[in-house]
């Protein structure tokens, strides 16, 4: 069973980072794309960032600029640096992934992390 785990939420004030991780594990053969999204309360969730497993980045252009998402291959991990954090970031950012589990799952499924919070606050 694949699982997805966040860590690296918290409390944060405005302007400052804070640097999200997402370890995935499990029954997996290969990891496409993997991203970010957020949820705030009484929000929809909004995708953050997307990184392909050839490293091709995708922004929302609410963070474009001062998020930065990246991944190791190696660990099957994925990051979200958080830089000059605004009060609108705060949410419950979820972990994605798009996994293969066997040579024959074509395309892959997606699977989600429970969330890790981040709350922007003076």
């Known amino acids: 069973q694949v699982q997805l785990v966040e860590s690296g939420g918290g409390l944060v004030q405005p302007g400052g980072s804070l640097r999200l991780s997402c370890a995935a594990s499990g029954s997996i053969f290969r990891i496409n794309t993997m991203g970010w999204f957020r949820q705030a309360p009484g929000n929809q969730r909004e995708l953050v960032a997307t990184?392909?497993?050839?490293?091709?980045?995708n922004y929302a252009d609410s963070v474009k600029g001062r998020f930065t998402i990246s991944r190791d291959n190696a660990k099957n991990m994925v990051y979200l640096q958080m830089n000059s954090l605004k009060p609108e970031d705060t949410a419950v950012y979820h972990c994605n992934a798009r996994i293969r589990r066997t040579t024959w799952d074509y395309g892959g499924m997606d699977y989600w992390g429970k969330g890790t919070p981040v709350t922007v606050s003076s």
């Open positions: 990184i392909t497993s050839g490293g091709s980045t």
